[in-house]
């Protein structure tokens, strides 16, 4: 179905509903019917590798996180590498601060690759030491006694961001807040669970499901490739 605002009034509900991400609303979200990496189904899929592909908007936006994230008095700022390294680079640079990524590793007889990040139960946002997989950080970095912020592009489930925070609290360093540019809803209360404060620029609408319980597999609506 089309878009059945009137061009200006599409243009303004953009805006209030993506803020500084609208210019990439349009091809960045998608709505239907998806299966993630996770295995999950849900109604909403993000073309993340869009925004690493712009990195002057990317530095734009992530400088936008950064001084969200300035009051905290950070040491360190940390990500997992799809994607979420990308942020964090550009934030540990606007602060003059450390940087590191965060990388997958997997268990080859428990669990294999998956594809890019997604939102709603998507492949950066799923795996986790109870999947078989975990994030490390170089182990040539020092990081003892340093204070980190956790940066991703995108939260919703949050297994990437939590087996990161699992590595930086294995290496010594005491986590200061989680910082997103998007964030689902489950992914507004990750904060909590870690307790400590989180920052994001955007909350995007998503649903997710397991596969078993999924409505739209029930009422029959095709997936999307």
Known sequence: ???????????????????????????????????????????????????????????????????????????????????????????AASLGIMFSYARR?????????????????GASDSGGDAAGVRYRIPPSLSLTGLRAALVDDAIDRGSAALATARELAGRGCELAVIGSLLVGPAGVRLGRRLGVPQEYLIEVESRSWPAEECPLCRTGTPIER
Do not use: K
């Not at 909403?44 to 990195?55: G, I, K, N, Y």
């Not at 080859?108 to 139960?121: E, F, I, K, Q, T």
């Open 105 to 121: 590793e997997y268990d080859s007889d428990r669990v294999g690759p998956a594809g890019r990040a997604n939102l709603a139960g």
């Open 1 to 91: 179905m089309g878009n059945l605002l009137c061009p200006t009034c599409y243009r303004v509900s953009q805006w209030r509903r993506y803020g500084p991400l609208v210019e990439f609303a349009d091809d960045l979200v998608h709505t239907g019917h998806f299966v993630f990496g996770s295995g999950y189904h849900g109604d909403t899929r993000l073309e993340l590798d869009l925004l690493v592909s712009r990195p002057a908007r990317l530095r734009e936006l992530s400088f936008r996180l950064g001084d969200r994230l300035r009051e905290y008095d950070v040491d360190l700022v940390c990500g997992p590498l799809e994607g979420g390294a990308f942020v964090a680079q550009w934030i």
